[in-house]
């Protein structure tokens, strides 16, 4: 009796040393390595040389950004915006289709950085950078996108307050002018935030580099050696901005929708609008970060330690929820629409389902609701990068669809029968994949260029985690060092 | 005034940095006399070292204020400084709820913009000079920086290996 007593003991003691070596292989929080040797993994995977495949995909991208972006671009400016499909009823197309997904994609970096440091996630710590480049970038693409659909776009500045021969000030009565301001703030609000944190892996970047890197680095990192004062200003600057930069993100998609509510039109005229955009805008980027993430992972040297299965399933449960979240706003803006019973937005409901492009709202339901229910509910198979990063591309071929739907499509059936005409792109293609090769391309040459790891961020979470035995019960537990 | 020397000491650790910081303190040094570097954000209480005062915040509500009144003069003002204001709808000429996305937005950015730009006046950023500094600080090494007497140099040296510094040197400038 004695005996199968003490290994009883015996084998859950190995159970829980086993247990042990479980938790740090799958938390990266509780298998911290010397901040030296993280330090040069990080350093390692920006400037080792790039293969032939990254050349090759670099070299296809940058073929597809002369001439989606910039050729077709400049045919744009010298032939006119005739060369687009936008007509009437169709003024606005897939630029501003292209807009909104942009604005949308840009919105993941913000809620990974500041939503979930606010609400102290620690798993958020390794992709943040990831995350907030993408918002950069992002941005970067809705711009052009914008300035595509101006058409005479050196004439951008008119949209500015300023004053004109005509003793016309431009007033802030348009929604489209709160655009202008709104996505001016986030921008260069989230520029300013990714900067912040990058400031100390810069100082670390330029400590361990020679050459045009270091010169490169040392003009970036601003003198940063991470004094207490340096560290207090940094530390005091990224609250405020974590804090502050929340409305912002929520003002952007919010107003952004307001260009569509604060029409009268069939199908647009909603007041839940706003929350339903902000959604979709999550739903968009949390779905590009994780395919990021697996492509960070798959082809960047050393990735693997840092990003790991667990940052997965943690952005799985996340692409679920705000799944969930969406089809409930998209369900509650259908049934009032339906159910106010007014002809013209039946006639447009009806268009949406079983109209030419019906196709495209069934993928939408499909890609945003059905796919990401049916595999993102498993721990195991949120927990597998291609998988989930799949997940990710659906939702985001899904997300689109969704604002081709309320844009183009919508626009298609109003209250003048007479002018029901689909609308067929036309040079808008080209430069959308312009765009969208534009944003690969400016993430492949960061990826060479700054430390897409956050390591302080990683080192500090590190010391913050531990394992701590309850009885016989090991826990993971936090300690707020901040 | 006796003469001085900047000192500087380097630890692997967190614990024996903090032993140091309050043993330079029983040696007489005062908390400005001594500085530390890291490259994680190393808080001072965990050092035992007075919070460092930061003018970030205040920097930042002045930058909201700032926001604020251009956004009251696009407002307010504007509209009326020229002849022919325009007229949407049956809005007023100074509309409501849309002057209120003006106001939030231009708050919101002067507040973020002066927050940008108070780390950079509160830290003297950029700064290329040369600096004390030691490298192995973004390594994970706490560096303790401290001044004092010269006479006292080998006390004080003795002092900080003897609580385990990794190394105790003369602090000098360099090109970062």
Partial sequence: ?482 | MADTVHLLAVFSDLEPAADAIDQLRALGLSDNDINTISGVPVTEAMLGRPAAWSNVPRIAFGGAILGMSAAAFLVFIAPHWYPYPIQVGTQAYVPGPPSFVLFFELTMLGMLLSTFLGVFLESYFPNYRPMNYVKEASDGKIAVFFTCPSESKDKFTKTMNALGAEKVEVAEVEQL
């Avoid at chain 1, 159910?339 to 499909?366: N, S, V």
């Avoid at chain 1, 036309?426 to 430390?451: H, V």
């Fill in chain 1, 1 to 482: 009796m004695t005996y199968d007593k003490k290994e009883k003991k015996v084998v859950h003691a190995e159970h829980h040393a086993h247990g042990d070596d479980h938790f740090r292989e799958k938390h990266l929080m509780l298998d911290p390595l010397p901040r030296g040797q993280m330090n040069d993994m990080v350093m390692e995977s920006m400037t080792e040389p790039p293969t032939w495949k990254f050349w090759l995909v670099f070299g296809i991208l940058s073929v597809i950004v002369a001439y989606g972006l910039f050729y077709s671009w400049a045919r744009l400016i010298i032939e006119g915006v005739g060369i687009a499909g936008v007509n009437r009823p169709s003024y606005w197309g897939i630029f501003l289709v292209n807009t909104v997904f942009w604005i949308g994609i840009s919105h993941a970096g913000t809620f990974i950085s500041a939503i979930l440091r606010v609400f102290r996630a620690e798993f958020r710590r390794p992709f943040t950078r990831a995350a907030e480049l993408m918002t950069t970038f992002g941005l970067v693409q809705a711009g052009f996108s914008i300035f595509m659909h101006l058409g005479r776009v050196w004439l951008f500045y008119w949209l500015l307050p300023y004053p004109n021969e005509r003793m016309l000030w431009p007033n802030m009565h348009s929604p489209l002018s709160w655009d202008l301001i709104a996505i001016t703030t986030y921008l260069l609000s989230s520029t300013m935030y990714l900067f912040l944190p990058l400031i100390p892996d810069l100082a670390m970047a330029r400590d361990k580099s020679t050459g045009w890197r270091k010169i490169f680095y040392r003009t970036l990192a601003l003198g940063f050696r991470g004094t207490e004062g340096e560290w207090a200003h940094l530390r005091n600057a990224m609250n405020i901005f974590a804090w502050a930069i929340i409305p912002v993100m929520f003002s952007v998609h919010t107003i952004v929708s307001w260009d569509f509510a604060a029409a009268t039109r069939p199908g647009w005229n909603s007041t839940i609008f706003g929350p339903y955009f902000i959604v979709g805008a999550l739903h968009s980027g949390m779905g590009a970060v994780i395919v990021v993430l697996a492509i960070i992972r798959a082809t960047m040297k050393n990735m693997k330690y840092f990003i790991r299965p667990e940052h997965f399933d943690a952005i799985g449960k996340l692409m679920l929820v705000i799944s969930m979240g969406w089809a409930y706003f998209f369900f509650n803006d259908y049934m009032v629409q339906w159910y106010g019973g007014d002809k013209w937005t039946k006639q447009l409901l009806h268009f949406h389902e079983g109209g030419p492009l019906g196709w495209m709202w069934f993928a939408m339901l499909i890609c945003n609701i059905a796919i990401p229910w049916a595999v993102l509910w498993n721990p195991k198979w949120r927990s597998i990068p291609w998988l989930v990063s799949m997940v990710g591309i659906f939702i985001n071929v899904g997300m689109w669809l969704e604002r081709y739907i309320i844009i183009p499509i919508s626009l298609t059936i109003n209250r003048m029968p007479f002018t029901w005409r689909m609308y067929t792109p036309g040079i808008e293609i080209p430069l959308g994949i312009g765009t969208l090769a534009f944003f690969c391309l400016l993430y492949m040459a960061a990826s060479k260029l700054i430390p897409l790891i956050p390591v302080w961020e990683v080192q500090e979470g590190q010391m913050a985690h531990k394992l701590t035995k309850y009885g016989r019960e090991t826990v993971v537990t936090v300690s707020e060092l901040e």
